[in-house]
């Protein structure tokens, strides 16, 4: 059953889980029989859990081919963004172009941009980009941005905005990323 009425979401902040509950999200929406995208920009490392594990975790549902979809553009490493480079830039394009493509097109029901924020923070994609494509937004479509730095303008159009907040993390005290709990 479609969504009556779609939203935008906002996920920012410095703290970690924006991409956790946005996930958390599209496993929610395939238990009620919801569609949803992830497109995934700056990430193109073959290592996040979340590309094994979703499609493991929708096998039992009635159509798990259809329930999450995810799509990764992007390097498998960091982006400087003080010198991003031309495959970065193309990569975030072409991630925005592919959300625009899915969001409009009618097969799924919640589009996640996840972290878009941050290219735009990096000015991979200009924040005018997307908001054209918030503006676009199809009304039963649910839209999901997530990263940090969001900005003030994309907050402002937002029908629901969570802001994580670092307390206390361990890269503080130079435990690194671990499998399975940060990637």
């Given amino acids: ?23 958390g999200l599209a496993m929610r929406a395939a238990g009620q029989g919801l569609r949803t995208c992830i497109v995934q920009f700056m990430k193109g490392w073959p290592h996040y859990g979340e590309l094994s594990a979703l499609p493991a975790l929708c096998r039992g549902l009635a159509t798990p081919q259809e329930a999450i979809t995810i799509r990764q553009f992007g390097g498998p490493g960091f982006v400087d963004p ?35 924020n941050v290219a735009v923070d990096f000015q991979l994609v200009s ?31 937002a029908d629901l905005v969570t802001e994580m907040r670092a307390i206390k993390h361990p890269y503080d005290k130079g435990i690194s990323g671990r499998a399975g709990i940060e990637y």
Avoid at 88 to 105: K, P, S, T, Y
Avoid at 135 to 152: D, F, I, M, W
């Fill in 1 to 23: 059953m479609p969504l009556k009425r779609g939203l935008i979401q906002v996920y920012t902040g410095d703290g970690k889980g924006k991409t956790t509950a946005a996930l």
């Fill in 82 to 116: 003080a010198h991003p480079v031309p495959e970065d830039i193309r990569g975030a394009q072409e991630a925005l172009a592919f959300a625009r493509q899915v969001m409009c097109g009618g097969a799924y029901d919640i589009v996640i941009l996840d972290e878009v």
């Fill in 127 to 157: 924040l005018a980009e997307v908001l054209a494509l918030c503006r676009e937004k199809p009304p039963q479509v649910e839209l999901v941005l997530t990263g940090r730095h969001a900005s003030a303008e994309l907050v402002e159009i």
